[in-house]
């Protein structure tokens, strides 16, 4: 009866035994080297993206890339992670210096024109330009020790979050769910933070630097202690930690993060400031109202939203003074009709 090939025979040498394994692992080296020279060719040690050309990157998406995924590719494939996400310390030295510029300039304008006077929070305030000028030195100060430093040496913890920072790029649907992500979550931990920073010994120690400005001003909104511009960053890289996206996000969550504090230590009420249109935003009339009471304040620790404050039952102060307000603007009102209707009948 015939053997089948598969048969073991006892004379098959051992040579003969183990050369298809030989053969399939052969194979198998073969394919996975195959397989590795196909793979796209990584640009320099360090860079962000692991394509040489544009056509490399537009095959390895299995489409072309869009007009902005070409800038970047253009702007970033030379560059190491590294060098992009200190970018952040760029972005915070223009934004802490020009942003409240022009709110410079409009205070200044009080001594010529009352006109923006009436959008103005604490209208008796007045601030120099000298006075204004020590603040942001203040601040620059507090950028070069401290905010500089900390994005050069942080750099790991984008690393251990996994910020990525290739291509594609997110779309703006995404950018805009993880922004608001970031927005909830920094909040409400700087509301249990800012309230810490409100009991005896965190105001004494810290947080009494910042409430110098009773009547704040824009380039008060980073005047603080050292010890509390640190500890209040781990709100702010709480967002990107719990749901990391594209370096291009946080380098928006940053930048806009800034800008609204700005807003909100600006000390007016401009009626045309599209967060007003925002649900639940304090604003700059909100948080003003912390710094007006100071030291004692218990209300308004939430430092976007007013949802906190509502729950956790530390707006009633402001909104009691909101109220009584009206009130006296209602009375006003109706007393002045009567002084003008007397006027007209005699």
Known sequence: MPRHHSEYSPNQSITDKIQPQRRHSLFSTLSISISISILPS????GTMIPYATVEDASI?????LTTLETLWFDYSATKS???????????????????PLPLVFIELSQSTSDWFNRYKIQPKAKNS??????????????????????QLVSYP???????????????????????VVYFLVEDYTN??????????????????????????????????????????????FLGP??????????????????IEAIETHSGYDFPWTLTKYIPFYGGAEYHDYHHYVGGQSQSNFASVFTYCDYIYGTDKGYRFQKKLLQQMKEESKKSNKQVNGGEKFE
């Open 241 to 258: 930690a719990i749901a990391p996206g594209h370096m291009i996000t946080f380098w928006l969550w940053i930048a806009l993060r800034q």
């Open 81 to 99: 992670d590294y060098y992009l996400y200190c970018h952040n310390i760029l972005f915070l030295f223009l934004i802490f210096s020009l942003v």
């Open 60 to 64: 390895a998406l299995g489409r072309n």
């Open 42 to 45: 990584p640009s320099p040690e």
């Open 129 to 150: 330009f000298s006075d204004m000028f020590k603040c942001y030195k203040a601040v620059m100060k507090m950028f070069l020790l401290v905010v500089g430093p900390l």
């Open 157 to 179: 913890s984008i690393q251990m979050i996994e910020i990525r920072s290739g291509l594609p790029l997110p779309s703006c649907m995404e950018i805009v769910a993880q922004l």
């Open 191 to 236: 509301y249990w933070v800012h309230r810490f920073f409100h009991c005896k010994w965190g105001y004494e120690k810290f947080h009494h630097i910042h409430h110098e400005y009773t009547a704040p001003i824009g380039y008060a909104a980073p005047y603080a202690h050292w010890a509390e511009v640190l500890l209040l960053g781990i709100p702010t």
